[in-house]
């Protein structure tokens, strides 16, 4: 008595019912399948224009903030407090792209343009008072 048979006949039939109740199409809008969806844009920050961008070869402390340019906006980031502000400036840990990024930066938003440059510090000579003052 043969055994395989019925067993290879149970498996096939039960391979073409699997493969008609969900059948497999190229267009992700046929048969009730989405696209995924493309995540949301964090919102505008209230500062005037975009921080300096980050890089990596700069100390970051706790709650500096850069950006990162994607397409279509720029990204910012703020490092983090105590403990992990320390990982800011370490590689393996840059905003966006770093493996460990979320452990050392948060999202904080978006940003357009530039920050408008600060003015020129101003200086006061002071009065000269005749020099070094005697020793104690």
């Known amino acids: 008595m043969n055994y395989a048979a019925p067993a290879i006949s149970r498996l096939l039939a039960l391979a073409l019912i699997a493969t008609s109740a969900s059948p497999t199409t190229t267009n992700p809008t046929q048969q009730g399948v989405t696209a995924p969806a493309t995540p949301p844009v964090p919102a505008a920050w209230s500062g005037e224009g975009c921080p300096m961008a980050f890089n990596s070869g700069t100390n970051y402390g706790p709650g500096d903030v850069v950006s990162v340019p994607k397409t279509g906006y720029t990204l910012l980031y703020q490092c983090t407090?105590?403990?992990?502000?320390?990982?800011?400036?370490?590689?393996?840990?840059?905003?966006?792209?770093?493996?460990?990024?979320?452990?050392?930066?948060?999202?904080?938003?978006?940003?357009?343009?530039?920050?408008?440059?600060?003015?020129?510090?101003?200086?006061?000579?002071?009065?000269?008072?005749g020099g070094c003052p005697a020793e104690f």
């Open 81 to 129: 407090t105590s403990p992990n502000y320390a990982s800011c400036s370490m590689s393996g840990f840059e905003p966006n792209t770093g493996l460990y990024a979320d452990q050392a930066w948060t999202v904080f938003g978006t940003c357009t343009g530039i920050i408008s440059p600060t003015g020129s510090r101003e200086f006061v000579t002071l009065a000269d008072t």
